[in-house]
C-alpha cells in the first residue's frame, strides 16, 4: 500500500468487503470493530496493571469523558444524490503527500500490549500507509523500528528532557533514523494525577519498561555510570515475588547498559542506577518557551508541538516560527477536567488560519470522529487507545485492523456526506447540536 497512492481510495467498502466474504467461512475479524467491544477484548487480553496505565486517565476520568461528550455536539449532515464512486483520502502534510489524514499518536510502554510492541505497531502503520509517531517511551529503540518497517513514515515524540545533551542526542538520532518530524510533548512536565496506576502502585518505568530509547542512547549510559559510580549501597526493600520480578524485569530491560545477562545484572548497581536516572532526568518543569529554541540548533527537521489546547499558544507557536501544533490533552491523562481539545479546535483553527498543520487527537475513537475533527479544522488526526487495544489482542493484525477500521469508516462518512476529498471537509458538513 504505501508505493500505491490509489491504494486507499475505496478502502472503506473493500474493508466491508473482505469482512463479509470471510464471514461465509465463518471468520471474524482479529480484533472487535465496534470500539467498546474492542477495549472489552483488550481489558480480558491485557494484565490489570496494564489495562490501567494504557486506558487510564487522570483523576476522576472527567477528561476523558469531556473528551469523547465533545464530539456529541457535533453531527454530520447526509448528502445524497451526488456523485461519490470515487473518494480521495490523501492530504498534504509536512510537504508530503498522504495517503490519508490519518497517523498514529506516540503511545508509550507497548510491549505491556505485546512482545513485539513498536516493531508490529510500525509494521502494521507502513502496510497502511499511515506515519507513525515513536513514542520517547518505546520499547525498541527507533533504529530497530527503521530497520522493522524501512518503508514507513515516522515521527520522533520528545519529551523534554532536564538534560539538554540528551535531548540533542535523541533528537540527532531521530534524524539519522529516518523520522520526518519532531514532535516536543509539553504537558507531561510534571507527571499527572492518575488514579488508576496509582491504585494498582504500578509504575511501568520502574521496572525498566518503556526506556529502552534511553538505555540505547550513548549519553544516557554514560549519567548512568555518573551515577552508579557516586551512589551510596541500595535501599534495603521487603522481598516479595514482586521484588524479585521487578528487579528481573530492570535487569534485563537494562543489559544494553550492563553488557551482561539477567543473573549478573542482578548483582549490578547498573539496573538500579538507570532506573533512577531514567526517573530524575525524564522531564523538566522548568521547560519555557525560551528552550524551544535549542531545538532548532540541534535540528534541521520540523519540529511540532503536541499538547496545545489554549488558542494562545497555537498562535505563539505560529509566531515562533514553529512547523505544527498538535491540539491535545494527553488523551485526559494528565488533567482532571481539563478542556476537551474538540471543543477548542475551531478556535485554533481560525488563529492558525492554516499558516501551519494542525494534529488532533484525544477522544478519537473511530472514522466518524476523524470526519468531524477534519470538518473543526484539523489537518491530520491522531489515533491512540485503539490500536494500542487491537495490539492487544492480536498483535501487528490487531493494530493493522483497529486502523484500517477507522479508515473505512472515514470513507464511508464522507462519501454518505455527499464528499469526495479530504479537502472537501469542513464546517458545513457539519450541524451543532443545541
Not at 496506576?197 to 549510559?221: C, E, H, K, N, W
Not at 528481573?248 to 530491560?253: E, G, L, T, V, Y
Not at 493484525?397 to 484500517?404: H, I, K, N, P
Request: proline share 6%; aromatic share 6%.
Amino acid at each position: 500500500m504505501p508505493d500505491d497512492p490509489a491504494a486507499a481510495r475505496g478502502i472503506g467498502r473493500r474493508a466491508q468487503s473482505d469482512i463479509y466474504r470471510a464471514g461465509i467461512t465463518g471468520s471474524r475479524p482479529a480484533a472487535p470493530v465496534h470500539p467498546d467491544a474492542l477495549e472489552h477484548a483488550a481489558r480480558k487480553a491485557l494484565s490489570a496493571e496494564a489495562f490501567a496505565y494504557i486506558a487510564g486517565g487522570a483523576g476522576a476520568g472527567r477528561t476523558m469523558a469531556a473528551n469523547r461528550a465533545a464530539f456529541e455536539r457535533w453531527q454530520v449532515w447526509p448528502r445524497p444524490l451526488r456523485d461519490v464512486s470515487e473518494r480521495d483520502l490523501s492530504t498534504t502534510f509536512l510537504g508530503r503527500t498522504r495517503h490519508t489524514p490519518l497517523l498514529l499518536a506516540p503511545l508509550g510502554v507497548m510491549e505491556m500490549a505485546h512482545a513485539q510492541a513498536d516493531l508490529a505497531v510500525a509494521r502494521a502503520a507502513a502496510s497502511l500507509a499511515v506515519p507513525y509517531t515513536l513514542s520517547n517511551q518505546a520499547s525498541f529503540p527507533m533504529e530497530a523500528v527503521a530497520d522493522a518497517a524501512p518503508g514507513g513514515a515516522r515521527l520522533f515524540q520528545l519529551y523534554w528532557s532536564a538534560s539538554d545533551e540528551l535531548n540533542a542526542s535523541l533528537i540527532g538520532r531521530a534524524e539519522a533514523s529516518g523520522c520526518e518530524a519532531i514532535v516536543v510533548t509539553l504537558d507531561t512536565h510534571l507527571l499527572g494525577w492518575r488514579t488508576h496506576d496509582l491504585d494498582v502502585g504500578y509504575l511501568p518505568f520502574t521496572r525498566g519498561l518503556g526506556i529502552a530509547q534511553y538505555t540505547s542512547d550513548a549519553v544516557f549510559q554514560q549519567l548512568v555510570r555518573e551515577r552508579a559510580r557516586t551512589s551510596g549501597p541500595a535501599p534495603s526493600v521487603r522481598m516479595t515475588p514482586k521484588t524479585v520480578a521487578a528487579g528481573i524485569s530492570m535487569a534485563r530491560k537494562t543489559a544494553p547498559i550492563t553488557g551482561v545477562g539477567v543473573r549478573e545484572g542482578l548483582r549490578s548497581p547498573l539496573p538500579r542506577a538507570a532506573v533512577e536516572t531514567f526517573l530524575d532526568v525524564f522531564s523538566t518543569p522548568a521547560l519555557t518557551w525560551d528552550d524551544l529554541a535549542k531545538a532548532r540548533e540541534w535540528t534541521s527537521l520540523p519540529i511540532i508541538l503536541k499538547g496545545i489546547v489554549h488558542p494562545d499558544d497555537a498562535l505563539r507557536a505560529v509566531d515562533a516560527g514553529l512547523d505544527g501544533v498538535w491540539v491535545s490533552n494527553h488523551g485526559g491523562r494528565q488533567i482532571d477536567a481539563s478542556v476537551p481539545t474538540l471543543a477548542v479546535l475551531p478556535e485554533i483553527a481560525d488563529r492558525v488560519a492554516r499558516r501551519i498543520p494542525i494534529v488532533f487527537d484525544s477522544g478519537v475513537r473511530g472514522g466518524a470522529d476523524a470526519f468531524i475533527a477534519l470538518a473543526l479544522g484539523a489537518t491530520m488526526v491522531a489515533l491512540g487507545r485503539p490500536y494500542a487495544y487491537g495490539l492487544a489482542v492480536a498483535g501487528e493484525a490487531g493494530v493493522r485492523e483497529a486502523v484500517r477500521n477507522v479508515l473505512a469508516e472515514l470513507d464511508i462518512t464522507m462519501g454518505l456526506a455527499g464528499l469526495t476529498a479530504v479537502s472537501d471537509i469542513d464546517r458545513q458538513a457539519l450541524r451543532e447540536v443545541g
